[in-house]
């Protein structure tokens, strides 16, 4: 029998990783979305509806307007579904679904890890910047707080942000 010998095309060797190739990564849901019963309903409509009364006797009419677009909203908002994103860490920034930010722009990250609230935070240096919170889900916080600490200074002393905990407390 014969063979044919054909060259084989060599392997490249694709060296060290890039700095920006993640090393930590898993997909996640871009918010926290919380089961809310038809009670939940009934009490939201219940206190919209007493705030524009009350706009109303008040002959507050811009507040009544702007308290019927809230609820409205409102309603919008508990109604979306979280997309799963992607989230990374590399050696040159975190990214966040599409979004990429160098540790040039992240002035410090904490961690929170309790039974309710698995997060990891990060705080902008941008002044008008939000708080990045992405949920923890099954990761080990351990390797992620160990490898952060090389980039970027962590806050241990902060906990859950107050805006969380009412949304969470609200199920908002």
């Given at each position: 029998?014969?063979?044919i010998?054909r060259p084989?095309t060599?392997?490249r060797d694709?060296?060290?990783?890039?700095p920006?190739?993640?090393l930590?990564?898993?997909?996640?849901p871009?918010?926290?979305q919380y089961?809310?019963s038809k009670?939940?309903?009934?009490?939201a409509?219940?206190?919209?509806?007493?705030?524009?009364?009350?706009?109303?006797?008040?002959k507050?009419?811009?507040?009544?307007?702007?308290?019927?677009?809230?609820?409205v909203?409102?309603?919008?908002?508990?109604?979306?579904k979280?997309?799963t994103v992607?989230?990374?860490i590399?050696?040159?920034?975190i990214?966040f679904g599409?979004?990429?930010?160098p540790?040039?722009?992240?002035k410090?990250?904490?961690i929170v890890y309790e039974?309710r609230?698995?997060?990891i935070?990060?705080?902008m240096t941008?002044?008008l910047?939000?708080i990045i919170?992405?949920q923890?889900?099954?990761?080990?916080p351990?390797?992620?707080?160990?490898?952060l600490?090389?980039?970027?200074?962590?806050?241990?002393?902060?906990?859950e942000e107050?805006?969380?905990?009412?949304?969470r407390l609200?199920?908002f």
């Amino acid at each position: 029998m014969d063979t044919i010998n054909r060259p084989q095309t060599p392997r490249r060797d694709t060296g060290p990783p890039t700095p920006d190739a993640p090393l930590i990564g898993w997909e996640t849901p871009e918010f926290v979305q919380y089961q809310r019963s038809k009670k939940w309903f009934l009490i939201a409509i219940l206190v919209f509806a007493i705030l524009v009364v009350f706009a109303l006797i008040t002959k507050q009419w811009l507040m009544a307007a702007v308290i019927i677009l809230s609820g409205v909203i409102v309603y919008i908002f508990t109604q979306q579904k979280p997309k799963t994103v992607p989230f990374a860490i590399s050696h040159a920034g975190i990214t966040f679904g599409n979004r990429f930010y160098p540790y040039s722009e992240i002035k410090s990250f904490w961690i929170v890890y309790e039974p309710r609230v698995k997060t990891i935070n990060f705080e902008m240096t941008r002044r008008l910047s939000t708080i990045i919170t992405v949920q923890l889900l099954e990761q080990d916080p351990l390797p992620i707080r160990k490898f952060l600490k090389k980039y970027i200074p962590e806050e241990k002393s902060r906990g859950e942000e107050f805006s969380d905990r009412i949304s969470r407390l609200l199920r908002f």
